[in-house]
């Protein structure tokens, strides 16, 4: 798996830069980083206000990292307030 690969480069980022928040765009991508910075406490999502309904959430490790597995921008419209989850977003940055 090529994220296996890359993931030594973002450890040495994260550990020497030490953000407050990981933001990441799909399931895929956010799952695999929440694994890898043991973010496992959800405290907070947002709910698209359309038929699909498909959520961006927030999760925290016990450091207090918080990692945002966020919808694609390429996949929902992040123009529209039905389907931005942005103001989430900026609640904890």
Known sequence: MLADECWPF???VIETLS???IICFGKT???YVM???N???RIDEFIEKNSRCWKSCIYENANGLKVVVATHPSRAD???P???PSPM???YI
């Open 78 to 80: 992040w123009t529209t």
């Open 10 to 12: 973002h450890q040495f």
């Open 89 to 91: 977003i900026k609640k």
């Open 82 to 84: 039905a389907t931005d």
């Open 29 to 31: 991508a956010g799952g």
């Open 19 to 21: 953000p407050k928040m």
């Open 39 to 41: 973010a496992k406490k």
């Open 35 to 37: 694994k890898k910075t």
